[in-house]
């Protein structure tokens, strides 16, 4: 369906992303076409329809994603690359996700999961989707980024939440909007993690990113 004309279905998907795809998902299955942010658009849902989206033989990443949420991801991230750069990068980012790395970051994560269950059992009431949020970000941060707990974490969690809540916003980048505000957060994302990208690159540790740093393809390429 395009819906209105220009607008397309915009409206009704800003309104209720997931309930607009749940309702279209029941009409017209896991792979159905609309006209979103001015542009015609596929969805697709659900793991063997999106299995056909990472088989590069079927689907050209590069352009599939509308220009707003590209710019949310920051530009060419690796969901968003084809071929051969597809795959070096692809590479070295795995090495951070090793069965060695992964063997290095178990003891810490092990720590930070005890410490959350604790407390969680202490409070004896929490909210747990905000908790798991908190705990996801914390097992990121301290073994694919070697960062600390503290004040820098919680205000990078913070932006985090800002950043995946302009998802489903509409693209206007006025002051005060929810897409400026994940703009402005991305922006603080990024400032941190080009930060601790020089100081791995200047001294590696035992983390994800000195490890995807380290790393290079057959062919000599390495992380920019």
């Known amino acids: 369906r395009r819906g209105l004309p220009l607008l397309g279905e915009t409206l009704e998907f800003a309104q ?9 998902i029941a009409v017209h299955g896991r792979v159905f076409r609309t006209h979103l942010l001015g542009r015609p658009t596929v969805v697709i849902a659900g793991p063997d329809a999106t299995a056909d989206f990472i088989d590069s033989d079927l689907v050209m990443r590069a352009g599939s994603m509308p220009a707003n949420i590209e710019a949310l991801f920051a530009g060419k991230s690796l969901p968003l690359l084809d071929g051969d750069q597809h795959r070096a990068r692809k590479s070295l980012v795995l090495q951070g996700f090793s069965r060695a790395a ?5 003891p810490l ?4 999961v005890d410490s959350a269950f604790a407390g969680w059992a202490a409070a004896g009431e929490i909210r747990w989707l905000d908790e798991m ?3 996801a970000i914390e097992v990121i941060c301290t073994t694919v980024i070697g960062m600390k707990p503290g004040d820098e974490m ?9 950043l995946t ?6 693209p206007i980048g006025l002051p005060g909007t929810r897409y400026r505000k994940a703009l402005r957060a991305r922006d603080r994302i990024l400032a941190v993690l080009a930060r601790v990208v020089e100081e791995r690159r200047a001294s590696p540790v035992d983390d994800g990113l ?14 920019s």
């Open 16 to 24: 209720n992303p997931f309930g607009f795809i749940e309702k279209r």
């Open 210 to 223: 000195s490890r995807m740093l380290q790393a290079s393809t057959a062919d000599g390429v390495t992380l």
């Open 154 to 162: 919680d205000r990078l969690r913070s932006d985090y939440g800002t």
């Open 165 to 170: 809540d302009a998802f489903a916003a509409l």
């Open 109 to 112: 994560l092990q720590t930070i």
């Open 133 to 135: 949020k908190r705990l």
């Open 102 to 106: 992964l063997t290095a970051y178990l």
